[in-house]
């Protein structure tokens, strides 16, 4: 099992030019402990379109990598988005899942994983390029080299504990996340 | 052919060449019978994102991406799609995101499906409560100015706009009954 804020920090540190979309709810917290920067887009809400988030800004940018991190609760609402993914076949693009087994915020009701519905074969079963779960700390820096070096679409399962954590509460306002983001590609773009 | 005809058999290609003026880059849709031409007009222009969706809800989740990486997008979708995606709207709306939707009725003008008249009778209403502008189109000669407003107003001012093809523009869905 890994520790979900350790796993994400360590996936984040020196991210270089990674854009993060991230799900609603503890990914969140855990995105913004890790490193809240103007290249991370909160979803504050929307419940199962962060994949979708993510498939648009990497068809986009498909200079960019684009990282989507959230929780299972929020995959299981988008599964669809799955096989829409593994149609398109975003090289750019990988979707990271905490998955705690539990939906977190509101009481740690088990999920759908928790009864052993997995979301990796899911992922195969949509042509994602590579899927497959980590649960080890030392598997880490494997998770880390598919994130940074692979040709996506890539699934990145991990497998966190449900201890709930201090919430880490970056920006909620829509219209000032979506300036920061922005503002922060256009930095980007002129840099390169 | 009379003008009227021709140009009633056009409008999809009206709302493409608006699509190119307007640089639209990314259009995901569900498909719609009524839809098909313009479907088929976007996947062959290589300068656009055609994303089949597997729910009309993953299209808005779509668009908001596309605007983050400073692309223009558009939505297809009938009228029955339009409340699966009541939730999602908070998205472009609570980030001020331009949210361009053609939607094509089903439940009104000579359907023959009871259940398409629940969702297609509420759909201008539902739409203008998600905070919509919407500008229905009766008419195929109204097509290339309403259009083209709405693309204006959608991009330029970040605005959620739909644009409803009634079901007498589309023609009637034949039944063979």
Request: include cysteine; charge should be negative.
């Amino acid at each position: 099992m890994l520790h979900r804020r350790e796993f994400v920090k360590q996936l984040l540190v020196e991210r270089g030019d990674l854009l993060v979309i991230c799900g609603l709810g503890s990914p969140t917290y855990d995105v913004a402990a890790a490193s809240d920067d103007g290249s991370n887009f909160y979803l504050w809400g929307a419940m199962g379109s962060a994949s979708m988030v993510g498939l648009g800004l990497a068809l986009a940018r498909p200079d960019r990598r684009v990282a989507v991190f959230t929780g299972d609760g929020e995959m299981l609402m988008g599964l669809g988005s799955l096989a829409t993914i593994g149609v398109k076949q975003p090289s750019n693009l990988a979707i990271v899942v905490l998955d705690n087994q539990h939906y977190g915020e509101t009481g740690m009701q088990p999920s759908h994983t928790h009864s052993g519905i997995s979301l990796v074969d899911v992922a195969l079963g949509c042509c994602f390029k590579r899927a497959r779960s980590f649960g080890k700390a030392e598997e880490t820096p494997l998770a880390r080299e598919m994130l940074y070096s692979r040709p996506g679409p890539l699934f990145i399962h991990a497998h966190v504990g449900a201890q709930e954590l201090e919430q880490v509460l970056p920006e909620r306002d829509g219209v000032i996340l979506v300036h920061n983001f922005t503002e922060r590609l256009r930095a980007f773009g002129k840099q390169s | 052919m009379n003008l009227a005809e021709r140009s009633a058999l056009d409008w999809p290609d009206v709302i493409y060449s608006n699509f190119r003026r307007a640089g639209i880059r990314q259009v995901g849709y569900v498909p719609d019978a009524g839809l098909s031409r313009l479907i088929q007009l976007c996947q062959s222009d290589p300068e656009i994102a055609d994303v089949v969706l597997t729910t009309e809800e993953e299209g808005i989740g779509l668009v908001a991406g596309a605007a983050l990486g400073g692309q223009r997008s558009a939505m297809l979708m009938q009228s029955s799609g339009v409340g699966n995606c009541v939730n999602m709207f908070s998205l472009v709306k609570q980030c001020r995101l331009p949210c361009l939707i053609f939607v094509t009725m089903r439940g009104e003008y000579a359907e023959f499906n009871p259940w398409q008249v629940p969702m297609g009778s509420i759909t201008d209403a539902c739409l203008r409560l998600c905070g919509f502008l919407v500008y229905r189109i009766e008419k195929a000669e109204d097509v290339a100015d309403v259009v083209a407003a709405a693309c204006d107003i959608s991009f330029d001012s970040n605005h959620s706009v739909a644009i409803i093809l009634s079901q007498r523009l589309i023609g009637r869905k034949r039944w063979n009954n």
